[in-house]
């Protein structure tokens, strides 16, 4: 993920050029690749900005409003700009019955930030979410693509060190 | 199209399974502890393809493989447990349209979780069975729809792909048989309503997960208006085993409604929750006792949330006077469904776990029906002043006249998934609610904001 991703130019990579044509030769309409295009956008600029979704619907043929309503009703797709490590705790029953509330409390105290916030150096995002279907792991939490289960405070802090010294545990 | 990350590199398979238990009957997870199973020729050398190759080359007709899965008595694994091979009949023949078969591994009900077992370990089990099915209705591709959030399940999914095309399994001219055949993966990016059918194919059509009104149904008009199968990833699974063995020995497992083996995912307050596969029909007392080694720390059982969240709540009692299949749990009031069961010990508080779950639905609704929308937020609101100790002497009978009112007036079944289960809790432990009620501070006639 950029740091700066607005000071990219909105324009896809050469290599992601070559992504999109992969990903538009899959279907029979050019709009079903649309949540695919927007994956790949969103790796490629860090997060889908306004600029983002105005390219996006171009090279798409859509209306920028189509490419919105999608992007705000998908979670995965982030409007601002998120942490490094960005700690998404799952807080359906399962998770919740084995104190995934507390957990996510205890992070966002020691990070200083509230859910939802990223840390002012750009390192941590902390996000609740929806059941992960790792229910008989609980509880867990998922850091940027990785599932990290069974989760417990002491597990967590080490965590949270490990990804703060830029070498993040092995699940 | 699957990012590495940082944490990529150091990603594995979850530590699932243990060997398989005496109290289990495995034949989708038959194989599921051995090392690499992932990897095609590990699958092939355990029998896999087998089933493919039987097709085609005894030169089976499409319809002839329909007769086998009604034969069966296959019933979808998703949740609603329809028969797989009337679903398969229904795309209408003589159509120039092309034809889809989409595999719905969107797997997101709260408290399931054994898809991703079959995603991560047996990709090509499911990827016979998904070959097999399209050839059985003559689509040309199909597509696994997986939900965002299974970025491993994903890679595995697509591993497994490319090497089905490598050894000619997928692409033109399948094993000589003139049947053409492409798949690919399609990640979603997370929302619960995807997993139903329609919004799932909204959600591939490149829109909002908006579910559609059936009829038309998708068999006849679905993805980009043309004949569409969508199936659940267990489902695909079973095609391989049913057709290597027979209809008949598949029949034999399970009850007379209720046929084959079912994968359970058990979570909550049991000793060893994970997936578990037995054969329909098996005694509750015997997935929680023998397979999940009982309640944790030698609690009682409270209630079972028998499959998904969507399920409505059992007794104790009930759960154990029952037996895991469609007709047993549904004559409980319950349902089957996707098999995510959820085990509640004496200590929990059911109001606090339906404000749990009405979070969850109030947070899923897509938006498009009113009463779903609207409801949604009410039932969480109102059980958010019962934990708040704020509830009013009115709030029980609001609760159930709302989510009444939820009930099947809606164009998808997410509002009854909560409507249902807020029925269930209020009767069959009425004094939980009761409970707070007597505690509550609020004595007036107001509804305080919280």
């Keep these: ?171 | 199209m699957i990012k590495k990350t940082h944490h990529f590199k150091n990603m594995r398979a979850m530590a699932i399974q243990q060997t398989p238990l005496k109290s289990e009957k495995r034949i989708l997870l038959e194989h599921e502890h051995v090392p690499e199973i992932n990897k095609i020729d590990v699958y092939t050398s355990k029998g896999g393809y087998s089933a493919l190759k039987k097709v085609f080359q005894n030169k089976m007709t499409p319809d002839s493989v329909i007769d086998l899965m009604k034969a069966s008595g296959l019933r979808g694994r998703g949740g609603a447990g329809f028969p797989t091979g009337s679903k398969w009949s229904f795309v209408p023949k003589g159509n120039d349209k092309p034809k889809y078969l989409l595999c719905n591994a969107d797997e997101s009900e709260p408290g399931t979780f054994k898809d991703r077992v079959l995603l991560e370990k047996l990709p090509h089990l499911m990827i016979e069975g998904m070959i097999i099915g399209a050839y059985s209705f003559g689509a040309r591709k199909s597509y696994v729809y997986i939900r965002g959030e299974y970025t491993y399940a994903a890679m595995m999914v697509e591993k497994a792909i490319q090497e089905a095309y490598q050894v000619g399994y997928l692409g033109k001219n399948i094993l000589g048989s003139g049947f053409d055949h492409d798949m690919y993966v399609h990640r979603g990016a997370g929302a619960y309503i995807c997993g139903e059918e329609t919004g799932l194919i909204s959600s591939l059509e490149g829109k909002k997960g908006w579910p559609k009104l059936k009829p038309p149904f998708p068999a006849v008009e679905g993805y980009l208006k043309c004949p569409t199968v969508v199936n659940n990833v267990e489902t695909l699974a079973c095609v391989p085993w049913i057709i290597n063995n027979g209809p008949e020995a598949y029949a034999k497992m399970g009850t007379e409604k209720s046929k084959g083996t079912k994968m359970w995912s058990v979570s909550g307050d049991v000793a060893q929750p994970g997936v578990y596969e037995v054969e329909l029909g098996a005694p509750f007392s015997v997935l929680l006792n023998d397979c999940c080694g009982g309640i944790r720390g030698g609690k009682k059982l409270k209630a079972v949330i028998p499959g998904g969240s969507s399920a409505p709540i059992v007794t104790a009692e009930e759960a154990f006077a029952m037996t895991l299949d469609y007709e047993s749990i549904a004559s409980k009031g319950s349902m089957l469904g996707s098999g995510g069961m959820i085990i509640l010990d004496e200590s929990r508080d059911l109001v606090q776990v339906l404000k749990n779950l009405s979070e969850f639905y109030a947070d899923e609704s897509c938006g498009q029906c009113t009463p779903c929308r609207e409801g949604t937020g009410w039932l969480e609101k109102i059980l958010h002043s019962f934990t708040e100790k704020q509830a009013l002497k009115t709030d029980i009978e609001l609760l159930d006249r709302i989510s009444s009112n939820m009930l099947g007036r809606t164009i998808c079944v997410l509002a009854d998934s909560i409507a249902m289960p807020v029925q269930s809790y209020l009767k069959k432990f009425p004094q939980e609610f009761q409970k707070y009620l007597e505690t509550s501070s609020n004595t007036s006639r107001q509804r305080r904001a919280l």
């Design chain 1, 1 to 171: 993920m950029s740091a700066n991703p607005q000071l990219k130019p909105f324009s896809f990579s050469e290599k992601a050029m070559l992504q999109m044509k992969d990903i538009l030769s899959r279907y029979d309409s050019k709009r079903s690749a649309l949540l695919p295009v927007l994956h790949l956008a969103q790796d490629e600029f860090g997060y889908v900005s306004d600029e983002v979704i105005e390219y996006v619907a171009r090279i798409m043929d859509l209306s920028p409003a189509q490419v919105l309503e999608v992007v705000t009703f998908y979670t995965m797709y982030n409007k601002k700009p998120v942490g490094k490590n960005h700690f998404q705790f799952c807080v359906t029953l399962s998770c919740w019955m084995f104190g995934s509330h507390q957990l996510m409390k205890s992070a966002c105290s020691r990070l200083g930030i509230r859910e939802g916030e990223t840390t002012a150096d750009g390192q941590f995002t902390v996000s609740k979410m929806e059941c992960l279907g790792s229910c008989g792991s609980a509880p867990v939490v998922q850091i940027n693509e990785t599932y990290y289960e069974n989760l417990n405070p002491e597990k967590l802090n080490r965590l949270i060190t490990s990804c703060k010294e830029g070498e993040p545990l092995i699940p």
